[in-house]
């Protein structure tokens, strides 16, 4: 019974620092913990023929009848009952990252490869630092310039974000490979998913600016196709469009298609129990919003990379149009 609960999705919260392969193997170790903790069953009885003293006569012996348990599938004679599980990983964040994780298990590392071909978006919160550059993007990297930020200002980071949302906007219309004076199209853009057909650079559906308060700032994104890095990487052309630097101090992913934060599992709740409740719990809204999102959609033909005419190469480079990795 506790095996079978266990076949479906469901999202942990992975910190910054942790690798996602270990965050995957501690699950499993404590689902392994769970499930060999419970109750053993009855173990079968047999019968035997013990000999011993014969009822009213205890100096004379006889054999008699005796059930007894049969221990050829008792835990200390043959070892625990589950040694390993099958789980898989979805989306991954690398270690510096930080936020919603999803997992598969058993059966349903088969979703995860729908979730995959869904092409679903996903939410970050970018936090960045104005006034310097690394060689990797990264606060904690090799600073190689450090600059001014004074005229940066609140209007000049919208507008940039502006320009940046609407050449991925049609990026993303030109990846779709929909005719768009069909009536697919139509609908598919009232429901808002719209998605590429096959794999792309990062596309950029949404960005927003939450917090700015120099030198610090913090956007809200919303992509698909992207890695990590990518979202760094973009902090620092932000910073040259605004004739600046930056870098990035926190990568913070807040939703993967159907998994928010809310439906992650912190550390302390990675056990049997609460993950088969999770499981149960984001059942039916997996199937729903997978069926919802694996309609069949025009044309399969794979269109090469844009090419944006944005103000800068800075930005063009922030498209991504040269790199398809990582989901």
Not at 9 to 35: C, I, M, N, S
């Amino acid at each position: 019974m506790g095996l079978a609960r266990l076949n479906g999705l469901f999202a942990a919260y992975k910190p910054p620092g942790l690798k996602w392969l270990h965050l995957r193997d501690t699950v499993e170790q404590q689902l392994l913990k769970g499930l060999n903790a419970a109750e053993p069953s009855v173990p079968e009885q047999r019968v035997r023929f013990l000999l011993g003293p014969m009822e009213g006569n205890e100096e004379e012996l006889a054999l008699t009848a005796t059930s007894v348990p049969t221990l050829t599938k008792h835990r200390l004679v043959c070892g625990p009952a589950f040694t390993s599980l099958k789980i898989g990983v979805g989306h991954r964040l690398d270690i510096q990252s930080s936020g919603v994780l999803v997992l598969g298990v058993g059966r349903g590392r088969r979703l995860l490869t729908d979730m995959y071909d869904a092409h679903l978006t996903k939410d970050y919160t970018v936090r960045g630092l104005l006034g310097k550059a690394t060689d990797d993007f990264h606060e904690d990297g090799r600073l190689v310039e450090k600059t001014t930020y004074d005229h940066v200002t609140r209007e000049k980071l919208d507008r940039i974000l502006a320009v940046i949302q609407g050449s991925h906007q049609k990026a993303l219309v030109m990846y779709s490979n929909l005719d768009l004076q069909s009536q697919e199209a139509y609908e598919m853009a009232t429901r808002g998913v719209i998605r590429p057909m096959n794999k792309s650079p990062m596309l950029i559906t949404g960005i927003r600016c939450l917090h700015f308060a120099p030198p610090e700032f913090l956007l809200e994104v919303q992509c698909m196709h992207e890695t990590q890095q990518q979202l760094r990487k973009l902090v620092h052309e932000i910073g040259l469009e605004l004739k600046t630097t930056a870098v990035c101090s926190q990568v913070r992913r807040t939703r993967d298609g159907f998994f928010t934060l809310d439906d992650a599992l912190l550390r302390t709740h990675w056990d049997l129990h609460s993950i088969q409740d999770a499981i149960q719990a984001a059942a039916p809204r997996v199937a729903a919003e997978l069926e919802k999102n694996l309609k069949p959609r025009l044309g399969t033909q794979e269109l090469p990379s844009p090419s944006p005419s944005w103000n800068s190469e800075g930005l063009n480079s922030a498209m991504g149009a040269g790199s398809c990795a990582g989901h």
